[in-house]
């Protein structure tokens, strides 16, 4: 039977894509909903046109998650959405029935390179929200979960997030040169997602992950192909990381959450703390993801 979809966060920035990505491949699944709260339900208008309900309502509400086989929560960083996730578990009766969530992003990716991720504010709560996960996991026998693996955001990697100024060709990055960085297009990963829905559950576990990636290059490399996009050459300084976790405390101290994982964020990508582990799973996905170059060249025109 053909999987029925339940998708939580679809005005974000990774929930647009996947909700363009259902569209595309609405035919494959049984069903395709969103949840929104009553505010926001305007915004999904359109794409009920194309077979894809809206169920307005809250995510602590069961009755919400009625008739979905698989509950896909597009989450980041901040705490708010690890209370959702929280929320959502204990609340849904998919718990009770085997269903799947899936939850992109890059969690497991950073555990396996940089041990001292448990310290890290830019990753506490997705660490907190992966714990949750394994201890519901041990709670409800039959309770089942993903963890997509993807590595940063091809097209946000060379960004202000990176202290990358894409007009004024210049980078004051936290970090290293050689750093290494697994990317993938935001377009990309929406497919990786919607299509991992279809991929059969492992028998007799829990937990799966599915490690993808785009591309893995340094950072003085991400900022070559700037360089060859756009014909200039960029004026380049490193700063040591620790600078910025000394801005990042400052933040904290003050109360500024937002602040705190900005100077969080700025040395993920230069540091190198994206990488995904081998083995790769790309070959269990029909296509092949976009090259970095032709990513950053599309961004850059857009942008």
Not at 150 to 169: P, Q, Y
Not at 207 to 212: A, D, F, G, L, T
Not at 234 to 246: C, G
Request: proline fraction near 5%; charged fraction near 25%.
């Amino acid at each position: 039977m053909a999987p029925s979809v339940l998708i939580i966060g679809a005005s974000g920035a990774l929930g647009r894509p996947l909700v363009e990505e259902f569209q595309k491949q609405r035919a494959r699944f049984g069903g395709v909903a969103i949840l929104s709260d009553p505010a926001k339900a305007h915004k999904f208008s359109e794409v009920q046109k194309s077979g894809i309900k809206v169920v307005i309502g809250s995510f602590l509400d069961f009755k919400c998650y009625q008739g979905a086989s698989a509950d896909l929560s597009s989450l980041f960083h901040h705490s708010s959405c690890h209370h959702r996730m929280q929320a959502s578990t204990s609340c849904s009766p998919l718990w009770e029935t085997g269903a799947m969530r899936l939850q992109p992003g890059m969690i497991e990716a950073a555990v396996a390179g940089w041990p001292g991720l448990w310290q890290f504010r830019y990753f506490r709560d997705k660490v907190a929200t992966r714990d949750h996960l394994a201890a519901k996991a041990k709670e409800v026998p039959d309770f089942r979960y993903t963890l997509m693996l993807t590595g940063a955001f091809t097209d946000w990697a060379a960004g202000e997030f990176s202290g990358v100024d894409v007009k004024n060709h210049t980078v004051e990055a936290y970090g290293y040169p050689d750093a290494q960085i697994a990317v993938t297009a935001l377009a990309d990963i929406a497919r990786y997602t919607v299509e991992s829905v279809l991929l059969p559950f492992p028998e007799e576990q829990s937990r799966r992950e599915i490690r993808v990636r785009g591309d893995q290059v340094t950072f003085k490399q991400l900022i070559a192909l700037l360089e060859q996009i756009q014909g200039v050459k960029y004026q380049t300084k490193f700063f040591d990381p620790q600078e910025a976790a000394k801005k990042q405390e400052e933040a904290r101290l003050c109360g500024d959450e937002e602040g705190e994982l900005m100077w969080a964020g700025r040395t993920n990508i230069p540091a190198g703390r994206v990488i995904i582990p081998l083995p790769l799973d790309n070959e269990k996905f029909g296509f092949k993801p976009e090259p970095i170059k032709e990513t950053l060249r599309r961004w850059l025109e857009e942008n």
